[in-house]
């Protein structure tokens, strides 16, 4: 080196800052401080630490607390053979800022539309009987809350046989709880809520919920956003709580909004194939929307089994929405409530109506007051739940 | 080489042993990239941003004669934030899936002990959370060459923490300040810089009256409320009546609030001229009036994000015929398909404002906590050596996990 290069110097042992010459000799360099000799140290084992004031600071990646530091220009000589400055990390610094958030940009849009549409391919892949055995240990026997009479069996038989072509892999159970709701569970479960029953006007409305929630399980509806719901927790992980939450939520939102539509187009198909009049569930939609305008709060369809996101359900009932009349401002909140309003989910199934079409009804009067009051003729059904499940909102969303 | 501070003469800023030297220009442009790189990466450079955010607030601190120095890493932090996610996030999911199918079996009592060891486990993993942070940042902390930590893993300070939150709950809460104030101390008595142990000896009899104040003034709003009934009752006015209703909510929520301040001053304050290195005393000069600022400041930071937030959104939705893009989706359709492209930009833009928020207030409290902090005595730079505790390979990733804020 042409002329000395004074510099600072803590050797990491003692506190002492110490104003040092470089000496410099090949890939080594010694730190002379009047007359006293530190070193040799190497080149290749330093490690830019960061600036300090008008510094810029050194490390030595085996000594703790080794540090030395630059102050004003550099000699070209001394800056060839130090470590190269960092600043945003080092793959970002290797690209360069721009280019680096470009291609962490691409990587993610990629990243997120892999996860977003794999579970639909990734569902039918996970075999049945795993799908099975995961429902079967989340909800065993209910905790003795299904209802059970001979006829009422009989009579949901006869219901769900009609709605499907084979009914032999699916659950479907009446449980004794007061909520005007359905779900599908993991494992071709089915769970109709004996409020459900006790509020619709027909076995035809009820024909109509459960073709629905019968799509949910034919579509993999239930498995996929376990799936989704997985893998967005862990594409969002990055994210703190709050956002990452909120943007996962919002996402998986928009896809249960679809799983719904296309339970419902199943729903619309199977009732055609039964010869089951949509009029009916057209008009249990109706009646529930008018409860959604009403004061939403108090509402009985909102207080339902608030599923935490692994046991991710779907429900018939309705979206939890507060909307009391409709706006552009009030149909772009209904988007992103978690189910479509019911209005709309009405007008689908009344267009399916054919005029002058001859409609059987899905059971006889005798099958369908069986069904209804099978919870109520079943001696030995526990009732409700020991736990205050709470009020939240639906399980879909969070 | 000697460095003599007196506590005779209160310090200028000039003189004062701290002193922070940064600006928001150059901070906010290290968050702006931050932010940026956070979004791409969908929130994994979240770990190397706090680490840029630290290194720059360390470097603008001076002590005495030197700038800190923030050695800490993003990729520690990740390693610490994946730990969590393994040893802890993971379980509980599955604590969680079990729980819920014990309650939908009608097995309300196990699920109930389930829920009590998991709360009880979180409790725990809470207090050892606080510990390991200071401990991290204290090891990552260097000055002149030197940095601190400590040998003790915290294990059993998590058990400290425990009951001693337990007991000031107790007895009506009163012990609350003897818990905060004994257990500051237990963790900084743990804690060491160089060869030296901290000392940490706050009382917490010295801030017991401001908790008095803070725990009695519900009942001092109680009986005011029933004078303010009473004398609205007399004059019969619906005018006075709600006047009155407004006072006592606004006592309710800032009252108890500013209230609930000075208390957390004082704390601070004991706390801190209780701490001590070998030779240096520190101590905190923060009023309340201080604090009052420094929490004014951070809601107007709020203010200004939400306001950036909602002018945009409340035009766009005004204008939301224009974009027609927002009809009622029939089943027919696909929605989640058609609205995605739409809903991530709106998102992201929603997002950006808030996620400044963080940064700024980071640097707010950094700079307050060092603009009061005081150190008095001696400190002998030859006899300071480096510090032989052992220092963990990964972040605090509990801490993340809690979010949990430690000074």
């Known amino acids: ?398 | 080489m000697r460095e003599h501070f007196d506590k005779t003469t209160p310090p200028s800023p000039e003189d004062s042993a701290f002193e922070f030297s940064g600006n928001w220009g150059a901070f906010g442009k290290i968050a702006l990239t931050n932010i940026l790189l956070t979004i791409v990466t969908l929130g994994i450079y979240r770990f190397w941003a706090t680490t840029r955010e630290r290194k720059y607030l360390w470097s603008e601190t001076r002590f005495i004669d030197d700038r800190l120095e923030w050695t800490g890493t993003g990729l520690e932090l990740l390693i610490g934030f994946v730990l969590v996610i393994l040893l802890f996030i993971i379980p509980l999911f599955i604590i969680q899936f079990v729980q819920q199918a014990l309650l939908l079996q009608g097995q309300e009592g196990a699920a109930a002990a389930l829920t009590f060891v998991m709360l009880g486990l979180i409790f725990y993993l809470g207090g050892l959370a606080r510990y390991r942070a200071l401990r991290y940042r204290l090891a990552r902390t260097y000055w002149h060459g030197i940095r601190g930590g400590s040998d003790d893993q915290g294990f059993s300070y998590g058990w400290s923490y425990m009951w001693k939150t337990a007991i000031g709950y107790m007895i009506l809460g009163l012990l609350i300040p003897w818990s905060m104030m004994s257990l500051w101390n237990e963790r900084w008595g743990r804690m060491s810089f160089g060869q030296h142990q901290f000392s940490a000896i706050g009382d917490y009899a010295d801030t017991f009256k401001r908790y008095l104040l803070f725990y009695l003034a519900p009942f001092i709003f109680f009986a005011g409320a029933v004078i303010i009934g009473i004398m609205t009752a007399a004059v019969d006015s619906p005018a006075m009546a709600g006047i009155s209703i407004i006072l006592l909510v606004l006592f309710f929520y800032l009252g108890l609030g500013l209230i609930a301040m000075t208390f957390y001053a004082k704390f601070y304050r004991v706390a801190i001229d209780g701490l001590s290195l070998h030779k240096l005393d520190f101590g905190f000069s923060a009023k309340t009036k201080d604090w009052f600022i420094l929490l004014l400041g951070d809601a107007g930071i709020w203010l200004i994000a939400a306001l950036a937030v909602a002018l945009p959104a409340i035009t766009i939705i005004g204008t939301s015929s224009l974009l027609g893009g927002f009809e009622m989706p029939q089943p027919g359709e696909d929605p989640g398909q058609l609205y995605l492209a739409l809903l991530v930009p709106i998102l992201v833009f929603a997002v950006i404002p808030f996620m400044l928020v963080g940064p700024f207030i980071r640097y707010r409290h950094w700079r307050f906590f060092i603009t009061y902090m005081q150190c008095y005595g001696e400190i002998d730079l030859e006899e300071l050596t480096q510090s032989d505790t052992s220092t963990s390979k990964h972040g605090e990733g509990l801490l993340d996990a809690f979010d949990i804020g430690a000074i």
């Open chain 1, 1 to 398: 080196m042409a002329q000395p290069y004074t510099t600072w110097f803590y050797d990491g042992r003692s506190a002492v800052r110490r104003h040092v010459v470089i000496d410099t000799a090949g890939g080594q360099f010694h730190l002379v401080e009047s007359g006293h000799l530190h070193g040799p140290f190497a080149f290749s084992r330093l490690v830019y630490s960061g600036q300090q004031g008008d510094a810029h600071v050194y490390k030595h990646d085996e000594i703790d607390g080794w540090r030395m530091g630059l102050e004003g220009d550099i000699p070209v000589a001394l800056e060839s053979v130090l470590p190269s400055q960092n600043r945003y990390g080092s793959w970002v610094d290797r690209l360069g800022l721009g280019r680096a958030a470009l291609v962490f940009g691409l990587l993610s849009a990629g990243a997120m539309a892999i996860i977003l549409a794999a579970p639909q391919w990734l569902a039918p892949l996970v075999p049945t009987s795993a799908e099975k055995k995961l429902g079967d240990a989340l909800v065993g026997d209910f905790g003795g809350r299904f209802c059970n009479t001979e006829a009422g069996q009989a009579a949901l038989a006869k219901l769900s046989s009609g709605l499907d072509k084979d009914v032999s892999d699916l659950d479907i159970e009446v449980a004794n709880i007061d909520m005007v709701n359905a779900v599908a569970l993991p494992g071709g479960k089915i769970i109709l809520f004996n409020g459900l029953l006790d509020n619709a006007e027909s076995a035809d409305e009820v024909a109509g919920v459960l073709a629905h929630e019968m799509g949910h399980v034919r579509k993999r509806h239930v498995m996929q956003s376990l799936i989704r719901q997985m893998g967005l927790s862990v594409l969002m992980g990055g994210f703190d709580g709050n956002i990452g939450g909120t943007l996962n939520g919002l996402l998986s939102m928009g896809y249960s909004r679809s799983a719904e539509s296309e339970a419902d187009r199943h729903a619309i198909q199977a009732l055609q194939r039964a010869d089951i009049s949509p009029l009916a569930t057209a008009g249990f939609f109706e009646r529930l929307a008018n409860m959604e305008s009403m004061d939403s709060v108090e509402s009985p369809q909102t207080g339902d089994s608030d599923q935490p996101e692994t046991e991710k359900s779907s429900q018939t009932g309705s979206a939890a929405s507060d909307t009391e009349s409709f706006n552009e401002a009030e149909t772009l909140l209904g988007y992103l409530s978690s189910h479509p309003l019911s209005k709309s989910r009405k007008t689908a199934f009344e267009k399916s109506h054919v005029k002058d079409r001859e409609y059987t009804p899905a059971l006889t009067q005798d099958e369908w007051d069986a069904l209804r009051e099978m919870c109520a003729n079943d001696a030995d059904v526990e009732s409700g739940f020991g736990f205050d499940f709470g009020s939240g909102d639906s399980g879909n969303s969070r």
